[in-house]
């Protein structure tokens, strides 16, 4: 089983739709979470941290379930500057990437 | 200030031949990791620096791949015999603190013909 576990996409959506991603990790002890964006031939940069009590950036929302240990990714009023990878990053004393979720939005 | 920076940019190599990839992180991280990744694929975890020490090196993946930071900075991977497998964007990151926010390097594109 890979660390880090995310949906398998692509996602292809129209302009103005509601995305969301999922991942899943399995270490209990994994302490730091976050989203990275990352577009394509081009290094991955932070998109936004992960905090238990969820947080909101503009039009992205994140959540963490240490529970269930799953992550989620919400993209509001989705824009076609949007389509991108989304890696899933699960850190404890290292980081670990998910596979990546291909999003590509359309006019 | 500067970003992460690595060179060579782009490195075409043959099999059976010896590489050095570097690694420039921001001035003042203490934690400098390097990943490998294949086309598709999310970044691999190789090994992480704090400071000069490698405090995880299990993701390299057999003992062709070395790393050193000697003096704390600057990093160097190393790869002996390439093979055509090894064909990859390496990419450097560098954080303050080890579990904080990663930041990239553009990456060295290695291709082993």
């Known amino acids: 089983r890979k660390e880090v576990e995310q949906d398998p996409g692509p996602f292809n959506v129209p302009e103005g739709a509601t995305v969301a991603f999922n991942c899943t990790y399995s270490?209990?002890?994994?302490?730091?979470f976050f989203w990275y964006r990352q577009d394509c031939r081009k290094e991955p940069k932070l998109l936004m941290s992960?905090?238990?009590s969820g947080n909101e950036d503009g039009r992205f929302t994140a959540q963490l379930n240490r529970a269930s240990q799953y992550i989620s990714l919400l993209i509001r009023d989705s824009k076609l500057s949007d389509s991108a990878t989304y890696l899933c990053v699960v850190g404890h004393n290292d980081m670990r990437f998910g596979a990546g979720t291909r999003l590509t939005v359309k006019p | 200030g500067a970003g992460v920076s690595q060179t060579p940019s782009n490195k075409v190599t043959e099999k059976g031949k010896y590489v050095e990839l570097r690694c420039d992180p921001i001035s003042g991280h203490t934690a400098l990791y390097w990943y490998r990744q294949s086309l598709g694929q999310g970044p691999e975890f190789l090994i992480y620096f704090q400071g000069t020490g490698a405090a995880d090196d299990s993701g390299l993946p057999n003992d062709r791949f070395f790393a050193v930071r000697p003096e704390g900075s600057v990093s160097t991977l190393k790869i002996q015999r390439t093979e055509r497998g090894d064909s990859a964007v390496y990419l450097c990151?560098?954080?303050?603190?080890?579990?904080?926010?990663?930041?990239f390097g553009p990456g060295t594109r290695l291709t082993v013909l």
């Open positions: 990151a560098s954080s303050s603190l080890v579990s904080d926010t990663q930041y």
């Open positions: 992960v905090y238990s």
């Open positions: 270490n209990s002890a994994s302490q730091s």
